[in-house]
């Protein structure tokens, strides 16, 4: 590939590979930064004697260099290793805690979740992110980014997933920087009433203003949800239906404030600034122009971690556009994801930086091949022909994440996006023009209405294609080696097709037979297999058995299982799904499970395991020395109490305890 011979390309892949390698062999910042300062010493060495930068020795220690940089950088990212952190504290036990509110997350009913910063413990400068959710009440009102509370409290950690193929919350807020979280009521806290303001805050109450404006120019609440998420990137709003709606049609990204419309935004600045490419410096003059207006966009929306990536990554392509040359597009993207990730390294690892990425080197790669392949003459085939190479382009880009992350793929992809993408340059467009006008209090309401059927309009084509649900591929198993192969596979076969050698074919076609291969045996693997759970469900008791790809559920209240088993389905393979309800006992081989429940009736047969449910009041130890089990095991719907006496008690008998809430989802062993 023509791309690799250039110098910024091969140095950001070299950094990724840096930052790879730091994420999955963690160590101490001595050995990264050993490794950087030997490299780039070796490096000033070759360059003073040789005077030469074209050498394979100083190119091959230049990309080792970046390497280690990678490394060195996601190393120093980790918190702990940050000498003010707060797990360098000795205790963090019910101290005092004063705390910064960075981020405003999606509410529930029960209660209103934060990340903040603690910047103190027990008056002492600290630094580190938590998780902050408080509870609601009639007197608890939303905090607001960069507000500041003190509290007297202790962190808890976040636990790690509890079943099998569950999503891992706890990883993913590592990821952020995220180590541990607390939990108040509205009586455990006070708050300052001069915090210290930053620019995200200043950002925030910005985005709130005009919320507060729009929210009385008359628009239905759904149509407001969706203006919110297009203009100011705030989700929150938005119901789960129309969510789904946009995600079964594969129009999500139109919610998502990132990539797409900051280039869609460029695009239009380019066109109405045009002109000024007449003026002396005009070129110079109107990049500017276009740098600040994209960073006053990006103050508008809030400044999220998505709109500053986005806008970051534009503005380099916007400065690749001013040199109006093709393959600087490849180097300038190339360049800010190196910038990018030499701050902030723990964006590579997340879905959004990885799909916008994606998505927009897909479409200058593979874009201007589907326009070469087929060229028409006629203007409006032609316009709806480059939107639809751009959608596929795109689309070929994201599909290994979205298969990977979401497990759908909508197969109306293309239609979505023919019908809206047109349009949304003028959404945007009129968007703005209603912020400005609700702002300055003249916004007229034919205007509002206007904009209210527009977005009402696009709501409706888009729940029309969701509604097309045979048209809709759910519940995919993609694994990380599924992943890796169909990426090389796209790779090939856009290598094939732009340079259709024999060599290029039969690599792409070699693939291929390893992928189905791959996927032929997990799906023979999986059809083999035979285990028996006991699943984590607060409140309730479920009992899962899987044999080949089907699976029976035992839990009378099968309604909870239902989402909790979604992503075990996917990931097994399942294709039969059966439920019944629980009885008081179960033969597994030559094992034997009992139940015992609320009404703490058992059988006398002995040497069984015990699963206790619903929290039974029993005397413990008296059934232990008439049944004598094997093991006990308590899962979620038994009280905390409860389960801390058998715990004690199980422990003084020697007896092996598995509380699930602890513990995860308990396997049996069938194999004896």
Sequence with gaps: MQLLKFVPIKLTLFLVAGILFGAFFESSIAIPFTLTCITLF?????????????????????????????????????????????????????????????????????????????????????????????????????????????????????????????????????????????????????????????????????????????????????NLSVIQALLLGQRNDISEETYDNYKDAGAIHILALSGLHIGVLLLILQFLLHPIERLMHGKKIKLIIIGILLWGFAFLAGLSASIVRAVTMFSFLAYAMYLNRPTNSFNILALSLFFILLIQPNYLFQVGFQMSYAAVFAILWIYPMLQRFWFPKNKIVKYFWQLLSVSIAAQLGVLPISLFY???????????????????????GIGILVIILSLADILPSFITDSYNHIISAMNSIVKWIANQEVFIFKNISFDTLQLLLLCTLIFLMITALSKPKFKNFISFLLVIIIFQSYTFISRYTSSKTHEVIVWHQSRSTGIIEKSGTTLHLLSNDAPNFEYPLKSYQIAERITVFHTDSLRNSYNLGLKKITLIDSLSIYPTSKNNTILLTQSPKINLDRLIDSLQPIALIADGSNYKSAIALWKATCAKRKLPFHYTGEKGAYYFNLEN
């Design 42 to 222: 070796a490096l000033a060495v070759l360059f003073l004697k040789t005077k030469h930068t074209n050498t394979p020795l100083f190119g091959l220690t230049a990309l080792s260099l970046t390497f280690f940089i990678g490394y060195l950088s996601i190393t120093l990212a980790y918190p702990t290793n940050k000498p003010s952190h707060y797990l360098k504290s000795d205790n963090i036990i019910q101290k005092e805690l004063r705390l910064k509110i960075t981020d405003v997350l999606k509410s529930n009913t029960f209660s209103d979740r934060y990340y903040a910063d603690i910047i103190e413990i027990d008056k002492r400068t600290t630094s580190g992110k938590i998780v902050v959710t408080i509870s609601k009440d009639s007197t608890t009102s939303l905090l607001k980014i960069d507000d500041e509370l003190i509290t007297y409290n202790s962190l808890k950690n976040i636990k790690p997933p509890l079943n099998p193929h569950q999503f891992n919350y706890k990883k993913y807020l590592e990821g952020l920087g995220v180590l541990d979280q607390v939990y108040l009521k509205n009586t455990d806290y006070i708050s300052l009433e001069k915090p210290n303001r930053t620019v995200y805050g200043l950002a925030a109450n910005w985005r709130n203003t005009i919320l507060t404006k729009l929210k009385k120019e008359g628009f239905t609440p759904e």
């Design 406 to 428: 979401f497990h759908q793929f909508p197969g109306l992809f293309f239609v979505a996006n023919l019908l809206i993408l047109p349009f949304l340059g003028i959404i945007l």
